[in-house]
């Protein structure tokens, strides 16, 4: 991570541990913003799908209470993404875009871009 804050402007690095994407992305948004997640640009690790099923954990509790694969979120400027991407691919992590902060009204929030209810 050091050489990428180095190299580009990162806005923010948000760590999902415990308390999933809905609550740790939040964190470093500002206000006025939320970020919408398009589950479907990383593999979800088989592992959760067999908590959801053996616990019958509803989706948007998953999403609240686990990583789902996801160990570190970076916020760059989307001119940015693609040196980001390049760079940490380079450094051998696992990276993908993952979806956009975008203008809103409110506290910050997730919001999935498979969701029925899109702001």
Do not use: K
């Not at 050489?3 to 923010?12: I, Y």
């Not at 589950?39 to 209470?65: N, Y």
């Not at 990583?67 to 992590?93: F, I, Q, R, S």
């Amino acid at each position: 991570m050091l050489p990428l804050t180095r190299a580009l402007r990162v806005h923010a690095l948000a760590h999902i541990t415990g308390g999933g994407i809905t609550e740790n992305l939040p964190r470093v948004l500002p206000e006025g913003t939320c970020a919408r997640v398009d589950m479907g640009s990383w593999q979800r690790p088989a592992v959760f799908d067999w908590l959801q099923r053996q616990g019958g954990i509803a989706e948007a509790e998953l999403r609240r209470t686990f990583n789902c694969g996801l160990g570190m979120v970076v916020c760059v400027a989307p001119e940015d993404a693609d040196t980001a991407l390049a760079m940490l691919t380079a450094a051998g992590e696992q990276a993908w875009p993952l979806g956009a902060v975008e203008s809103t009204s409110g506290a910050p929030r997730v919001v999935y871009a498979d969701d029925a209810d899109h702001d």
